[in-house]
C-alpha cells in the first residue's frame, strides 16, 4: 500500500518562503509515477498547482509560475515544491499525488497560512 507524507507547511509573512515536502513509501516504484501537488483553499475547489510527469514534463498553474518549483529525488522517494514570494491567496492544505493512470495515491495534506 502506498503512502504519502506531506510536511513543510507553516505559518510565513507575505513574500516568505517554504519548501513542502512529499515522501513515500510502500513502493519501489516511484520514479515511474506521475507527481504532483495541489492545494485546496476554504470553500474552494481542490486545484493543480504542478505536476512532474514520468517523461520529465513540468506544468505550473498560472498561479505558481515563476514563484514555485517542484523537484523529486527518486533515491529518496520524494517530491518537493518550493514556494518563495507567498502571497495571502496561497494559503491552503497543500496535498501531493502519485498517479499512474490508473490509480491516484493521496497524501493527507500540510497547511499552509501565508499572512502577516
Known amino acids: 500500500q502506498v503512502q504519502l507524507v506531506e510536511s513543510g507547511g507553516g505559518l510565513v509573512q507575505p513574500g516568505g518562503s517554504l519548501r513542502l515536502s512529499c515522501a513515500a513509501s510502500g513502493t519501489n516504484l516511484f520514479s515511474i509515477y506521475n507527481k504532483a501537488w495541489y492545494r485546496q483553499a476554504p470553500g474552494k475547489q481542490r486545484e493543480l498547482v504542478a505536476t512532474f510527469t514520468t517523461g520529465g514534463i513540468i506544468i505550473y498553474a498560472d498561479s505558481a509560475k515563476g514563484r514555485f518549483t517542484i523537484s523529486r529525488d527518486n533515491a529518496k522517494n520524494t517530491v518537493y515544491l518550493e514556494m518563495n514570494s507567498l502571497k495571502p491567496e496561497d494559503t491552503a492544505v497543500y496535498f501531493c499525488?502519485?498517479?499512474?493512470?490508473?490509480?491516484?495515491?493521496w497524501g493527507q495534506g500540510t497547511q499552509v497560512t501565508v499572512s502577516s
Open positions: 499525488k502519485l498517479s499512474n493512470g490508473r490509480v491516484n495515491y
